[in-house]
Each structure stands twice: as C-alpha cells, then as structure tokens.
C-alpha cells in the first residue's frame, strides 16, 4: 500500500521556467508533508514542508500547496536553475510517529 | 566529523554473507532511521530507533537486524545477505522536539552490492 505516491518518475523543464513537482497520498493521518532534494552519491536533504492545516508555504523560490480535499499536494520551483537538477521526494509525517513515508521519487532535470 | 556519517560507502558481498553497515551522528540526536533506496520504491524504512536500547520496525524489516548500545552510534546488520538486499542504504537521524516538523538529516549513504 503505496501512502505517499509521486507518478512521475521525470520531468524536463527549461531554466527560468517554473518547475511543478506534484505528490498524492493516501492517508489522511498525515500531519505534516515535507520536501527532500536528493543529488546523485549524496543523501537526501530538507527543502520544505508544510502543515497539514496550511494550504500553503513560501521560501523563496520554492512553495508548496497543498489540497487535503484532493489529498494532492505540489511542488513549485519559480525560476528554474540548473542547480536544482536532482531527484525530488516527496514524504508524509505523521506527528510524534517520528516517522516518515516517502514517495517514489521525480527526476527532475533543468534544461539550459 | 559533526554530522552523520556512514561506512562503508561501498561495499560488495556474497549471497550468505554476514554485513554490518555502520552510522554515526554527533548531534546526540534521539532518533534514528534506516532507510533503503530502490528505482521505483523511492526510500523505504527499515528500522528506526527513538533511544539508545530502543529499535522498532519499519516497513521492510525482514532479514535486517539492529542495535543502538549507545545514542551515537547505529549499526545495521545483514545476518545473511541476499541478492534481493543489493541497494543503497542511507542512515537518518532526527531530535525531537528540535523543529515542528521533526526533520530528519541523511547521511552519504552506503551502496551495498550482493553477489
């Protein structure tokens, strides 16, 4: 049972242009959805999150919606620079769990 | 190092064979995860820990085994290593209460072929 679900495994996007990363997940118990930005040899590391009673977050170029009656949220990258080639998961966090469930990953590649 | 650190980085083994991949963090964080990383699976939770002599079960533990003797320090052991067990197996650890959102922090990651 796949809680966390990202359907596109990549995605092209020429730079300057916004960057669109969607995420689907499955169980409403979710507190708290949080990006990772992942580089090739390198772990992981934090981008964003949100709250599960927002609707949405800004930092900087980065902002995330996110739709609870859809159970979808988004990832917007506004322009797009070459630097944030790398693959994107998304991860859904359940409060005081500790633990959190990941999706498959996108592949997110930014064309000059 | 401050951080967390994984060893080895690379590591190849053979089908029945003993394997202990090593994480360290100089946070003294209470949490630690171990995840592995598969095409198409994206990271998936082995094992997790919330204090030193404190291991629980995540989604795929079968075939794993762990141990935390000391807040530090958590060592992930394959006791007899499969074909299947061939993936990159990355380290995280997190303090609770340290954020709202509970950020968890990876480490390198330790590529691990099974032959």
């Known amino acids: 049972d796949q809680q966390v679900k990202q359907n596109s495994p990549s995605l092209s996007v020429q730079e300057g242009r916004i960057s669109i990363l969607n995420c689907d997940y499955t169980n409403s118990m979710f507190d708290y959805f949080l990006w990772y930005k992942k580089y090739p040899a390198e772990g992981p590391t934090f981008l964003i999150s949100?709250?599960?009673?927002?609707d949405k977050n800004e930092d900087g170029r980065f902002t995330v919606f996110l739709n609870k009656s859809a159970k979808h949220l988004s990832l917007h990258i506004v322009p797009s620079q070459p630097g944030d080639s790398a693959v994107y998961f998304c991860a859904g966090l359940i409060q005081g769990a500790q633990k959190l469930v990941f999706g498959q990953g996108t592949r997110l590649t930014i064309n000059p | 190092d401050a951080g967390i650190t994984q060893s080895p980085r690379y590591k190849i083994t053979e089908t029945g064979r003993q394997v202990t991949l090593m994480c360290h963090q100089t946070w003294s964080h209470s949490y630690m995860f171990w995840y592995r990383q598969d095409l198409g699976h994206g990271l998936r939770l082995i094992y997790y820990s919330a204090a030193a002599d404190i291991t629980d079960k995540g989604e795929v533990p079968d075939g794993y085994v762990v141990s935390r003797s000391k807040t530090e320090n958590f060592p992930l052991t394959l006791e007899s290593a499969t074909r299947s067990q061939t993936s990159v197996y990355f380290c995280?650890?997190?303090?609770?209460?340290?954020?709202?959102?509970?950020?968890?922090?990876f480490g390198p990651g330790t590529r691990l072929t099974v032959l």
């Open positions: 995280a650890s997190s303090g609770a209460g340290t954020s709202w959102y509970n950020e968890q922090f």
């Open positions: 949100i709250s599960s009673i927002k």
